[in-house]
């Protein structure tokens, strides 16, 4: 299982200390949430602080742009480190045309999905994306509660990746834990997010070990 600990449940007064911990930790991507205070009520980090933290790993960056219209950003992601560009669906008017634009760019397309989304809003892009990222809460804050009608979802998505012959990976975020991300593991997943359970476990290192052996 591959595991991309969220920052957003780092210390924010001790990042680097924390990026440290995470590149010596079994996270092969360290997620970093972007919110915007208009398509999620929150606000979180922006460019600079991702890029200070490219420059303390070689870990790839698996960026969540929880912001409206992410098609603008794709030159900006790009520019502070950014390997993964996780862009959402109900954010882009035209998806097709910014999944293109991002791999142009050289880096991943994903394409994320809030709880309501349905999987077959996916159907006519899953050839092309290479990740899609399903969120098991609404978005916004770490720390919520799992929505365990995401492993049916998981499990539907498996299938159209399948039945399409789509190379994408599928990758979950919210409320993941090792009782939750092994129900995922069952249903499908390739990728686990994990904020709260990481950052607030004794050794998050272990827990960070524990959810990859899943
Ligand atoms: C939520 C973010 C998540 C969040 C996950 O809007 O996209 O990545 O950090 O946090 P946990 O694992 O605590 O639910
Ligand atoms: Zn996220």
């Not at 957003?8 to 680097?16: C, E, Q």
């Not at 794709?74 to 669906?89: L, S």
């Not at 190379?167 to 009782?179: P, Q, R, Y």
Request: with cysteine; net charge negative.
């Amino acid at each position: 299982m591959i595991v991309s600990p969220s920052i957003l449940s780092a210390d924010f007064a001790n990042l680097g200390r924390d990026i440290c911990m995470l590149d010596e930790s079994d996270a092969q991507w360290i997620h970093c949430d972007v919110m915007d205070g208009v398509f999620v009520p929150n606000i979180s980090f922006g460019f600079p602080v991702i890029k200070a933290v490219s420059e303390l790993t070689d870990k790839p960056l698996d960026v969540h742009l929880m912001i409206v219209d992410p098609g603008r950003y794709v030159g900006a992601v790009r520019d502070c480190g950014a390997a993964i560009m996780n862009v959402h669906q109900e954010a882009c008017t035209h998806l097709h045309r910014t999944v293109q634009a991002i791999r142009d760019a050289g880096m991943k397309a994903a394409v994320t999905l809030n709880p309501a989304t349905p999987v077959s809003t996916l159907e006519d892009i899953i050839t092309d994306v290479d990740m899609v990222l399903l969120m098991s809460v609404n978005p916004g804050f770490g720390g919520q509660k799992f929505i365990s009608h995401i492993l049916e979802k998981t499990r539907r998505l498996r299938r159209l990746i399948d039945e399409s012959g789509s190379k994408a990976l599928i990758e979950i975020d919210g409320g993941v834990n090792l009782t939750t991300g092994a129900a995922l593991a069952e249903a499908g997943a390739d990728a686990l997010v994990a904020g709260n359970a990481v950052f607030n476990a004794p050794d998050p290192k272990q827990v960070i070990s524990a959810l990859t052996a899943l």
